[in-house]
């Protein structure tokens, strides 16, 4: 399970559709974060919608506290795929 886990986190050259799924939907919400807090510095913005911000941050810290627990969990298989550079260059953020 942990070998799964880990090719889900790190989008390797052979990743499967669903290993690009979940590494993209990782990137597009970090990109939506940027967006949020652009957004929520316009006071008339956060005004009217000040909880769905809210709810958004928190909802954001979940999955990324659960990515970061995740790549704790299956930072031994690292070592093991760091054969390739692009794998290799993901590994050091471990």
């Known amino acids: 399970m942990r070998a799964t886990v880990f090719r889900h986190l790190v989008m390797q050259e052979d990743a499967s559709g669903r290993e ?4 993209l939907a990782l990137m597009a919400l970090i990109a939506l974060n940027v967006l949020a807090v ?3 510095s316009e006071p008339e ?3 009217a919608h000040g909880v769905w911000f809210e709810h958004f941050e ?3 810290v979940a999955v ?3 990515e970061y627990l995740a790549r704790a969990w299956t930072a031994p298989n690292c070592r093991e795929a760091a054969s390739s550079i692009r794998s290799g ?4 953020i471990y």
């Open 64 to 66: 990324f506290g659960a």
């Open 45 to 47: 913005l956060y005004g």
């Open 20 to 23: 690009r799924l979940s590494a």
């Open 89 to 92: 260059a993901a590994c050091a």
């Open 38 to 40: 652009i957004l929520e």
């Open 58 to 60: 928190l909802f954001s």
